[in-house]
Structures are given as C-alpha cells and as structure tokens.
C-alpha cells in the first residue's frame, strides 16, 4: 500500500487525516496516480512483433480480423477499423450524407470531437440539454431541437453509461433523423441486455490508451447497413475503390477510381494485431472496472457533500471514467481547490468535459453560454476520478481515502 500514513474513521464514514498536502502536510501517496493508463502485456507485444516480422505492416489482414472481432463480440454486421475516434466520426457523418445547410443534434458533455465532426462536414452543431441524474443527452431537449434542418442526432454514451437508446431512436424514425452513438466510452455496456453497438445506425469507438482496449490510436465504426459500411470504406482510403461491383467502369486489373473526396483513415496492421490482442482481455478489463467502480460507490454514497454517478436500471456501463459530483453549497470552496488538493496528493483527477461550446472556437461562431443549463451546473461540480484495469485495490484505496481527506476538510 501506497499510503504512508495512519488515519482514523469517523461513524459517518469520514476519514480524519494530518493536514492536507496542499497545506504542507504528507500526500496520500508517495507516487502520482493517472486517471487512466493503457495496460500493455507480453502477449500483445508478441503479436505487434509478429506482425512487424510479416509481410504487411499497413492495410493487410490484421484490420479485417480485428474488425470481425469487435464485430463479433457487438453482434453488428459490420465494422470499419479506422485511424482514430475522431475520424470515425467524421467518417459516420459523411456515410450518412451531413453536409451544408443541415443540422446535427449533440449533447455539449462530451470531448470537442462529437460536435466537430459536424463542422468538418460543413453542418451546424446543435446542443440538447443533459438529463441531470445521467449526464446524458436528455430526450426531451432533443425533441424542443429539432428544426426542418436537423439530418441527425449524435448522442454520447459518456463515461460508459448507455443513453435512452430506444428514445432516441423513436424520436429520430418520428422526424426521419439518422442517429450515430458516439461510443468512445462504451465498447462492453449492456443496454437492455445486449452489448451497445447495432441499436443504432451507426456507433463510433476510440482506442485511445485510456479507453477500454487500446490501438495507440485508433477507432472504428460499427453498423448494420451495407450502403452506410460501403461508403465508410472508401471514405477512409481518399474515397479510392478498385471493387469491380463499384467501378463505373473497368480499364484493367490496374484500374481504381475515386469516387468521394475521401480521406487517409486508414489504421494499421501493427495497430489492428495489438488491438486484436486487446480484445482478448477487454471482458477482464471491464469486470475491474465494475469492481472498482462499485468500490467508490460503496465508499461514497453517504458522503452527502458528494454525489455519486447514477445507473438507469436497465442498462449496464462499462465505466469508462468515473464522474464524481461535488455538492458546492455544502463545501467551504469550489472544484477548483478540490482539485488542486487532490492533485497534491498525487491523485490524477480530470475534469470531463468542459461544454463544447465554452471553447473559444466556439464562441466567435456564435454560441453563448446559457444555451443548456444543466450541463452547465454539472460542469462546476464534477471531477473524474482514477479508473483503469491496471490500478491495484490498493490504488483505489488511496483514491477513496484522498477524496475523503479533501472532502472533510472543506466540508462546512
């Protein structure tokens, strides 16, 4: 164990420390713990090595295995590996036709990346309001969103937890609205029983290092529709097809054409065999991710200074991050100083997300703060804890007693 320090609890739950670190006293932890880590082992660094020893190193036969993989374990028809999560949104927007002149619906909670990939194809974003018990993107707000201009919805399943799937896309077959699932956070939830992924016309992944398997970088899209999939696979290579069964014509067995002005997405065969890899073990990695997840709640759910994350009961998340709510009237100072009080005793914190259209880039395209209150209200209060699979119990401890450190001492 990390800690270095003998402490005492109170009958509510509430650790009694020496003075913070912040205030010259002894941190928690004597090293620095990350909010999230890529967990690397020799058998995915054997199979990199295969590959570099093979024949091919880019597009070969290591992207379609991988994509039948993720394919298989979501039980969707079709999966396109691509360079990262943010060009596999892009890549969804255009497969679904959004261009000038359209608008897209998108929750303001999330990365910049699910709103920019609707200017990157010359739309408007339009931002719906968070259900507060979720952070969701709320249903109700997308309904009051909806103009003769909106081509499609992009909800996020953030820090893992499945939207409202079945209304949203009651919603979107009522007004005609195509719906693309941003899954960076998901890949493993369980909505009504079944793994996220087909329920919508198409849903992203990311396999950055801090997601739940990782590429280095990489992402994909996943979907049930042949015209979306094929559209998808050109898009990621310059919009460049040597298909017979697409070709306008055949000059050759040389011949290609380009038929979109598509991209270069393309990812790797060195990423694909890590990610293949990966995947082996991405059932493990989300069975730790419950279990530590579960241990904040357990830790946290009668602090009343904090709120812990809440489940809609039929869905089932795969804890991408772990956001927890701070109770400000009940505190002596705002996230910041929690912040920067965790910081000291060496716990990672984040912060996820500040609302997209607080960025500057945003505001000098007209949109104000005031545009969704309560992903406004959640933004001052929230901090991500440390959650990956290779954090030790001993790690989460340390999270948990460095949270209850901070909070006592600010609490009023």
Known sequence: MDRNHDLTISNKGVCKLEELAINGGEPVRNTYLPYGRQWIDDEDIKEVINTLKSDYLTTGP????????????????????????TAALHAACFAAGIGPGDEVITTPITFAASANCILYCGAKPVFADIDPRTYNIDPEDIKRKITPKTKAI????YTGQPVDIDEINKIAKQNNLIVIADGAHALGAEY?????????????LSFHPVKH?????????????????????????HGITRDEN?????????????????Y????????????????????????????????????????????????????????HIYVLQLRLEKLKVGRREIYEALLKENI??????????????????????????????????????PLFPKMTEEDVHDVITAVKKVINYYKK
């Open 246 to 262: 697409l070709l306008t014509k055949n000059e050759g067995p040389w011949y290609y054409e380009q038929q979109y002005l598509g």
């Open 348 to 385: 990672g914190v984040n912060v996820h997300y500040i609302p997209v259209y607080y960025h500057p880039y945003y505001k000098k395209l007209g949109y104000k703060k005031g545009l969704c209150p309560n992903a406004e209200h959640l933004y001052e209060r929230i901090i991500t804890l």
């Open 264 to 319: 270069n997405y393309r990812i790797t065969d060195i990423q694909a065999a890590l990610g293949i890899s990966q995947m082996n073990k991405l059932d493990n990695f989300l069975k730790i991710r419950r279990k530590y997840a579960q241990m904040y709640n357990n830790a946290f759910k009668d602090i009343e200074e904090l709120i812990i994350p809440y489940q809609l009961p039929y869905t089932n998340s795969s804890w």
């Open 213 to 237: 398997i990782t590429t280095g970088e990489g992402g994909m899209i996943l979907t049930n529709n042949k015209d979306y999939y094929e559209k998808l696979k050109l898009f990621r290579a």
């Open 154 to 157: 992009i909800p996020v399943h």
């Open 62 to 85: 290591k992207i379609k295995e991988f994509e039948e993989k993720v394919a298989a374990y979501t039980k969707t028809q079709y999966a396109v590996a691509i360079v990262n999560g």
């Open 192 to 204: 009504k029983g079944s793994i996220v992924g087909p329920q919508t016309d198409m849903m992203t």
